[in-house]
């Protein structure tokens, strides 16, 4: 059950950032938050992590809805207990619905973070892209710590 709040507090999260990004700045406009560091730059992304497979859409739905599922059941299996696990299949889940909702509203994901130095920038990403890296690490810590392999 903690997954599920979790997921439910990374989805509106995700939802209430991209919401004040578009409604207080225009596609493209970049906001200085850290000079040389970190800026806001609202873009959409057509394709999926670093703009690959773009303008797949209905693959990613198709996969997305899958993975939603499997984190859920999973959520209240027995592999799913513990804290780690339920905290990692929170940020999943909740990653993934908050991107998968912008696919289906707008065909396009929502990306607002921007982080670059010098003459390297790394691409754009929201609060769901990071509740799912953190969730990946999670699982991977977890693992780590178990050595219990199927719990992947």
Excluded: C
Excluded at 23 to 30: C, K, S, Y
Excluded at 68 to 75: G, R
Excluded at 108 to 135: E, S
């Amino acid at each position: 059950m903690p997954a599920l709040i979790i997921a439910a507090l990374v989805l509106l999260l995700d939802w209430g950032t991209k919401w004040l990004v578009m409604d207080r700045m225009a596609e493209f406009q970049q906001v200085p938050v850290i000079p040389g560091l970190f800026s806001l730059e609202f873009v959409y992304n057509p394709g999926a992590a670093f703009g690959i497979l773009r303008h797949q859409q209905w693959l990613f739905i198709l996969i997305t809805s899958a993975v939603v599922v499997v984190l859920a059941v999973l959520a209240f299996r027995k592999e799913g207990k513990g804290t780690l696990m339920q905290v990692a299949l929170g940020l999943l889940l909740g990653g993934a619905l908050g991107n998968f909702i912008d696919r289906v509203r707008w065909g396009k994901v929502v990306d607002f973070f921007l982080l670059y130095w010098k003459n390297w920038t790394f691409p754009n990403f929201n609060v769901a892209d990071m509740a799912i890296t953190f969730g990946v690490g999670l699982l991977i810590l977890h693992v780590l710590r178990t050595g219990e392999k199927e719990h992947l």
